[in-house]
């Protein structure tokens, strides 16, 4: 069913509520999951909600969140995430680096001990419609193995760089390290289709088609030893450095099996130091026209932006309503009455 | 036939004083070329001194190099390389990086106009072998199309970043953001070997196998859209940011067409910042050693960590020497002619 963008932000708001998130807290989360599912990323969208409320259940977050700073200096701090909500962490981290780079030309902070903080771009283009570059990493739960190896012990690691300026907003990426991220096998299994080969290895370190042996086994990372060397390296970064958890001691969000101990990298960088904020915007608008004029392979009518088709996407849903999914639908209505809250989605 | 590395160092330096760089810059150099020797990176090793040469002879290149410091602030500059040698820029710009680092935290040094710098790990394990994480991007000459077009626009940009600590050195990692580097189509296409299905278009859009045809058509990133956005953003950063060339104004080294013009980006993180030193020297031993440790794939018989088959393969180059084709040879040997020197290789 077509739910309208303001009505699922509500209910979100209402649900996190109800789960003891402060009015700032849900309003943040409701607005992080929903962006997400507007921009077409399902598997980081409003089906957080249930997982967030079975982590209550199992007391394996603290919320409120009580976020705590553990260093700070000029250009660099580490924040202690509390094992709360990701995305109030992730949110004070990247503003704390956005006030940083305009005091000081360029801002990192870390975070440890938090949990799944949602789409990278929302941090980044948060910093790149402030006019700055935003910068993102995050360590997940294990599913890639070391290049060679045939169990998991990198996540699936994701970057996320977005830069303002661009013919109709910020230019975004946000990808995982590996071919796949895990929510689309994870989907695909829910969805009882198979997956191509390429994406993962089973247990034993076979390729494989079915999303449940895959799930069982390791992802594939990008390029191969590349693609194992960017996860590790945003592993170091963004967990050990942060003094947060990682490796195989970063637990997944999908099942309550204690706190996740997610480490988060952020940062950000001042473009007025390198040249006048007009300049670039003129300079990237330039780019952005030419490579989109670049002659196209066969069959391809339109050379996309990284973060473009989300862009489109998020207009559509706007104007559209977003598709959700009946038993997506019925979670979240138990989850509203479960809050005490009156409304229901799919009843317009 | 097989070279000792001081004798390769020294014939290389003789050669870059014939071609009037001073002796630092002849010692800086000679010594980034003969290191990726030693790594087994020959792709960017001396036969980058007959394509120097040539260069010069096309008066494409000035030397000596003339830095020249177009902006600085404490965390950030920029460096104008004065399209001379890339080796003395950059290694210019990742010791202003590491100085920042340590006196604020991170420190962030862009270059504009300079040329080929060779092997980024060269400067990202400087920093890191002093105890800072050093991070290294540069654009290069178009050779991959966006995702979706049939024309080169970005080059093959590579990503370095090193880490201190380790079992027996940094771990460090230094990818181009193609499935392959140009170098090994080139040199397949020296060899008269095919490549394989999966790193290449020709000019059409279609995959091959035929090394010219590749070199005439476009390279495949890694993880398709995934790389072409990794590109994308290391071209701004290092190319546009720096107020460099970018895109397909950024000139190939391999052929006197003008120029290069290349942007290059290096950062410094300070770990002290974070942690003690000691501390993140001891999380990354028992991290490194708990990699090797995973349970292995089929066939495998040992977990490599990014850079470790290249330390290795330097260790040997140290004791054995490095192996140098005879036509290679040849070429340095008339450039030492020409350089006035009596050394020959070849010729124990």
């Known amino acids: 069913m077509k739910i309208q963008v303001e009505k699922l932000k509500e209910a979100s708001v209402q649900i996190l509520r109800g789960l003891k998130a402060t009015d700032e807290e849900a309003a943040l989360v409701a607005e992080c999951l929903v962006r ?26 603290r919320i409120p969140t009580a976020l705590k700073v553990i260093r700070e200096d000029k250009t660099t701090a580490v924040l202690d995430g509390g094992n709360g909500l990701g995305q109030v962490a992730a949110h004070r981290a990247m503003k704390m680096s956005i006030q940083k780079a305009r005091d000081f030309g360029t801002g990192m902070t870390l975070i440890r001990n938090t ?16 006019g700055v570059v935003g910068i993102m ?21 994701p970057l996320s760089i977005a830069i303002p300026g661009g ?3 910020p230019v975004v990426l946000d990808m995982s390290s590996s071919v796949v991220a895990r929510g689309k096998i994870r989907r695909a299994e829910r969805m009882k289709e198979s997956i ?3 994406w993962a290895l089973d247990e034993t370190g076979s390729p494989t088609t079915d999303p449940a042996a895959a799930l069982r086994g390791t992802l594939l990372p990008i390029g191969g030893p590349k693609g194992y060397g960017l996860a ?12 947060s958890r990682y490796g195989p001691e970063v637990k997944t969000f999908h099942q309550p099996e204690g706190p996740t101990g997610i480490g988060v990298f952020t940062m950000a960088i001042d473009i007025e130091r390198f040249m006048p904020l007009p300049q670039f915007r003129r300079l990237m608008e330039s780019y952005v026209t030419s490579i989109k004029g670049t002659r196209k392979a066969k069959g391809v009518s339109r050379i996309y932006l990284p973060g473009e088709i989300e862009r489109e996407k998020e207009k559509q849903s706007s104007a559209e309503g977003i598709e959700i999914g ?23």
């Open 196 to 198: 191509p080969l390429g």
């Open 326 to 348: 009946s038993e997506l639908a019925k979670d979240l209505n138990t989850l509203l009455q479960k809050a005490g809250s009156r409304l229901r989605l799919g009843e317009e």
């Open 232 to 243: 590790l390296m945003i592993d170091i970064l963004a967990g050990l450095l942060s003094g």
């Open 137 to 157: 990493m995050s360590n997940s739960a294990p599913s890639m193995s070391p290049w060679g190896g045939a169990e998991p012990f990198l996540g699936t690691n």
């Open 36 to 61: 997400a599912e507007m921009r077409g990323i399902d598997t980081h969208g409003v089906y957080f909600l249930k997982l967030l409320s079975d982590r209550i259940d199992a007391q394996m977050i």
């Open 167 to 169: 013919l109709d907003g």
């Open 115 to 130: 949990n799944h903080v949602g789409i990278l771009a929302f941090y980044t283009l948060m910093a790149a419609e402030q």
